[in-house]
């Protein structure tokens, strides 16, 4: 190691690590997607933060970082067997550490709770807490720059296809009430699945709602919209969202509408800025109802989405024991931010899958609201928190 800096970044501490790449030993080796680990080499609140690669036989690469537990890289083949690489990111750890010039939750495992809470306001056992509102009045993600996406996660166990990271949320953590120790397991699996299972326990009651926030890109270029990707949602029915992204707490049915993605469309050709909900959003931006869950249980064996790139030939299915998916279209990307190597990202260039308990589901299952008893928060204590979500690609011919 070369020398030490220490700088402030937001509102934390971030101490860089710059390793020497001068050959030798202590040279390093660049990734498939052209990461270098020694721009992830640091310290953080006083833990060390490194870049990690899985591999598999296939040619499957996907390299992710312990701080905020995020997917940083996936590469996979595409039709002629050129390895691609289909998420966002950033290609350093200063970008993704600093809060206030390039702020994002590109890649990241996401706690304690994923999506929104109405008004930051929790009630668990009767008992009412005020969370950190950073969303309108709202808590999005677990709340502001200490929500999970911006913690360092221990590393409790790796191999060379899989990793297994680990996080303590003390009791008050952005208001949430309980201790609850998670875990994030992600698997680069033989036939090009990457596994995530996410679990966490509790000594008090308390909602838990984990995911993982990549925004994929399968053209190969994501310097240009990815509007003509081909997507479809596995879901008869979603529920409608106010103008702050709020579920009303009614579920409409699919039919009909620009939401119907039943069968695989390109999302530029549905999408509809006069329907109402796209227009709040300009884009898509809701949770889906999933088929794939029944009888208060979720099929992970089947697909509940899919993405297809006619460029590269690319294909994705997305598989999840949750009642919902959020699906995100990238409508706030277009920042002018470069991301890795420099590129930028603009507006609708991705899609985001993110497995969950409907949004405020806090809110409307302890109201009773209709629909929403299948998307139980709450996490006791003896309890086990498990979230299963797969991303397994392949080349559609």
Same mark, same amino acid.
């Given at each position: 190691m070369k020398r030490i800096n220490a700088i402030m970044i937001g509102a934390g501490l971030f101490t860089a690590v710059l390793a020497s790449c001068a050959g030798g030993n202590n040279a390093t080796r660049e990734t498939q997607s052209g990461l270098n680990p020694a721009d992830f080499d640091t310290i953080i609140n006083n833990k060390k933060v490194e870049l990690i690669a899985l591999h598999n036989k296939a040619g499957m690469e996907v390299c992710l970082t312990n701080y905020g537990?995020?997917?940083?890289?996936?590469?996979?083949?595409?039709?002629?067997?050129?390895?691609?690489?289909?998420?966002?990111? *950033?290609?350093?750890?200063r970008q993704y550490a600093d809060t206030v010039n390039s702020p994002s939750d590109y890649g990241s495992t996401v706690g304690r709770y994923a999506n929104r809470i109405k008004d930051a306001k929790l009630t668990v056992a009767g008992k009412e807490y005020q969370l950190t509102p950073n969303d309108n009045g709202n808590c999005l993600h677990g709340g502001a720059n200490s929500g999970w996406q911006h913690k360092v996660y221990d590393i409790q166990a790796r191999t060379d296809s899989s990793v297994t990271f680990a996080l303590t949320s003390n009791d008050g953590d952005n208001g949430f009430?309980? =201790?609850?120790?998670? =875990?994030?397991? &992600?698997?680069?699996?033989?036939?090009?699945? %990457?596994?995530?299972?996410?679990?966490?326990?509790?000594?008090?009651?308390?909602?838990?709602?984990?995911?993982?926030?990549? &925004?994929?890109? %399968?053209?190969?270029?994501?310097?240009?919209?990815?509007?003509?990707?081909?997507?479809?949602?596995?879901?008869?029915?979603? =529920?409608?969202?106010?103008?702050?992204?709020?579920?009303?707490?009614?579920?409409?049915?699919?039919?009909?509408?620009?939401?119907?993605?039943?069968?695989?469309?390109?999302?530029g050709k549905k999408y509809d800025p006069d329907f109402d909900q796209c227009k709040n959003t300009t884009g898509f931006d809701h949770n889906w109802v999933l088929n794939t869950y029944?009888?208060? /249980?979720?099929?992970?064996?089947?697909?509940?989405?899919?993405?297809?790139?006619?460029?590269?030939?690319?294909?994705?299915?997305?598989? =999840?024991?949750?009642?919902?998916?959020?699906?995100?279209?990238?409508?706030?990307?277009?920042?002018?931010?470069?991301?890795?190597?420099?590129?930028? *990202?603009?507006?609708?260039?991705?899609?985001?899958?993110?497995?969950?308990?409907?949004?405020?589901?806090?809110?409307?299952?302890?109201?009773?609201?209709?629909?929403?008893?299948?998307?139980?928060?709450? %996490?006791?204590?003896?309890?086990? &928190? *498990?979230?299963? %979500?797969?991303?397994?690609?392949?080349?559609? /011919?």
């Open positions: 537990g995020r997917i940083v890289s996936v590469n996979v083949p595409d039709k002629d067997g050129k390895s691609t690489d289909v998420v966002l990111g *950033y290609d350093n750890i009430p309980g =201790t609850v120790k998670a =875990t994030a397991t &992600y698997t680069v699996k033989s036939d090009n699945t %990457l596994d995530i299972v996410f679990g966490a326990t509790t000594d008090k009651e308390t909602v838990v709602n984990m995911t993982n926030h990549s &925004y994929f890109n %399968l053209n190969g270029d994501p310097s240009k919209d990815g509007y003509n990707q081909v997507m479809s949602i596995n879901a008869d029915s979603f =529920t409608v969202a106010d103008a702050k992204y709020i579920p009303t707490g009614e579920i409409k049915s699919v039919e009909g509408t620009p939401m119907d993605f039943r069968q695989p469309a390109e999302i029944k009888d208060g /249980k979720g099929d992970d064996t089947q697909a509940c989405a899919t993405l297809y790139s006619p460029i590269t030939g690319i294909q994705l299915e997305v598989f =999840t024991n949750e009642p919902g998916i959020q699906v995100y279209t990238g409508n706030f990307q277009g920042t002018g931010i470069p991301g890795k190597h420099g590129v930028l *990202y603009p507006k609708h260039v991705s899609v985001c899958f993110e497995s969950q308990k409907f949004p405020d589901s806090p809110t409307k299952f302890t109201a009773g609201t209709k629909g929403w008893e299948k998307s139980n928060p709450y %996490l006791k204590p003896g309890e086990k &928190y *498990y979230s299963h %979500l797969a991303y397994r690609f392949s080349v559609k /011919k």
